[in-house]
């Protein structure tokens, strides 16, 4: 799904960055769209039970966190020195997450929508000032 993104075509990192946050906000924000997470649901009700499933579940965040810890990264360039990209990168997945489970307890799959924009301009205001292009 996000190998072939649209935004992996943009011109710059920066960009792309962007694009990706806005293919999750927009595809999130379909009513369509299940906002639920089969590794984030599993963990939750059996991390402490079954550490083979807990094993996986964090497999599947780690390979997100790093897949979005590189876009962040090429995003920074040589301004990537000391800026933890890999929190970074860990505070998009727990916006995801944790949008999904205040959704569902309020009812209101907005939330998801509004807590990702919010994210999106944090994690964009980390960039220095000279990468905006």
């Not at 920066?14 to 999130?28: P, V």
């Not at 991390?47 to 979005?68: I, W, Y």
């Not at 040589?78 to 505070?91: C, P, R």
Request: aromatic share 6%; hydrophobic share 45%; with cysteine.
């Amino acid at each position: 799904m996000l190998s072939g993104g649209e935004f992996r075509a943009l011109p710059n990192p920066r960009q792309r960055l962007a694009g990706c946050m806005d293919f999750f906000i927009g595809m999130l924000d379909d009513p369509q769209t299940l906002k639920s997470c089969l590794a984030g649901t599993v963990v939750q009700e059996v991390a402490d039970s079954h550490p083979g499933l807990r094993g996986a579940a964090n497999a599947c965040f780690v390979g997100a966190v790093d897949g979005f810890r590189a876009l962040i990264d090429d995003a920074l360039g040589e301004k990537a020195d000391g800026e933890d990209t890999t929190s970074l990168a860990a505070l998009w997945m727990a916006g995801i997450q944790g949008s999904f489970i205040l959704a569902k307890a309020s009812g209101d799959p907005t939330v998801v929508r509004a807590t990702l924009e919010h994210l999106k301009t944090y994690i964009l205001s980390r960039l220095p000032a000279a990468s905006h292009a």
